[in-house]
């Protein structure tokens, strides 16, 4: 048996593992598709007949333990809702309360104090911007 011959039959050996693994990754891959669509069937299935209950079509003693595990945890989830609502509307509150003074600190001619000066009337900037305008004005006169 010559060298060439081993290597053509581990070649084939490879390529029938290979066609193996990938029909085996293939069916495994569609049992997995098939197990979501079946949870979805059952989650619809479980929404049509809660809902059906809810409305007095369908008896609620058979399934009286699942209906109130629903209920319970709509409520919770309910409950849940409405305390992010209240932590997003302290967090907006403490960041409105928290930012009112930084505006003035950090741009003053966006706060109280920037509205108290007057406007040049031929430039229409503020008289006495603040310092470090004067030498930014010498720099970019407009007489020259």
Do not use: C
């Amino acid at each position: 048996m010559s060298v060439v011959d081993q290597l053509a039959r581990q070649a084939s050996r490879l390529a029938n593992d290979v066609q193996v693994s990938l029909k085996r990754a293939r069916v495994e891959g569609e049992r997995r598709l098939l197990q979501r669509q079946h949870r979805a069937a059952l989650e619809d299935l479980g929404l049509r007949a809660y809902d059906l209950i809810r409305a007095g079509e369908l008896p609620e003693a058979p399934l009286a333990t699942e209906v109130a595990a629903v209920d319970r945890k709509l409520i919770e989830l309910e409950a849940k809702e409405r305390e992010i609502t209240q932590l997003q509307e302290a967090e907006e509150a403490k960041r409105a309360e928290a930012s009112g003074g930084d505006v003035d600190t950090a741009f003053p001619m966006m706060g109280d104090r920037g509205a108290e000066q007057s406007a040049d009337p031929h430039h229409g900037s503020p008289v006495n911007p603040g310092p470090g305008w004067e030498a930014t004005e010498r720099f970019f006169r407009s007489d020259r």
